[in-house]
């Protein structure tokens, strides 16, 4: 019954070398390590990046490959669940590695994302006083009952600015990286924009010592 409930009330809307410096170490293990958002990085969190970007007197390229794009700072083959995997089991799999979006792959395409937000959000749909019964943390729940269908996604070539102001926007955390084909190679997260932050930040030191 939960389940069926889940589905009829699952949401449809929205889910690199800096002036010398260089991109992180790429691959998943990167968010593993350090989240995907820490405390206090969220979507408002996205001004201050590119504040400090512009600040600094760069202008994003729009060059394919060029370091301030989303392919240079992306975390690289981002860690994703199936649609039938159990709401409990995809929250796990987030508290093992460490960080909050999990995209949602059918098939080999996205069709959606799922966050630590959706999954431990409670069910007030038949007794608004008992909040605290009936987490969607149950097995009754799929991915599918509760992932964002409509995502916004980026390509690695898009700018870094541009990125940057979708999350901001939309105040979303990450984006999906979709390659030209539309497969996911990538995702990419406030904490990724707080790592092209430092290097901005470095960088910048670095020209005023000169």
């Known amino acids: 019954m939960h389940g069926l409930r889940g589905r009829e009330r699952r949401r449809r809307g929205g889910a690199g070398a800096l002036a010398g410096a260089s991109p992180p170490a790429q691959g998943h293990a990167q968010g ?3 989240g995907d958002g820490g405390a206090g990085w969220g979507p408002e969190s996205a001004p201050l990046v590119l504040r400090t970007l512009h600040q600094g007197g760069w202008t994003m390229s729009h060059t394919p490959g060029d370091p301030y794009c989303v392919g240079a700072w992306m975390s690289r083959n981002p ?5 039938e995997e159990l709401a409990r089991q995809a929250y796990f799999t987030m508290r093992r590695e460490g960080f909050r979006h999990l995209p949602v792959v059918e098939e080999g395409r996205l069709v959606g994302m799922v966050t630590d937000r959706d999954l431990r959000r409670p069910d007030l749909s038949n007794d ?28 690695p070539k898009d700018p870094l600015e541009r990125a940057i ?14 390659d030209k084909t539309g497969a996911l ?25 000169r």
């Open 79 to 83: 860690t994703a669940v199936g649609p």
């Open 128 to 155: 608004p006083d008992g909040w605290n019964d009936d987490y969607r943390l149950s097995d009754d729940y799929t991915v599918r009952d509760l992932m964002t269908e409509k995502v916004l996604t980026a390509s």
């Open 165 to 178: 102001k979708t999350m901001q926007d939309a105040r979303v955390g990450a984006l999906p990286v979709l």
């Open 185 to 209: 190679i990538g995702i990419l997260t406030t904490r990724d924009l707080m790592n092209a932050l430092g290097a901005a930040l470095a960088a910048k030191g670095e020209v005023l010592r």
């Open 32 to 34: 593993r390590a350090l």
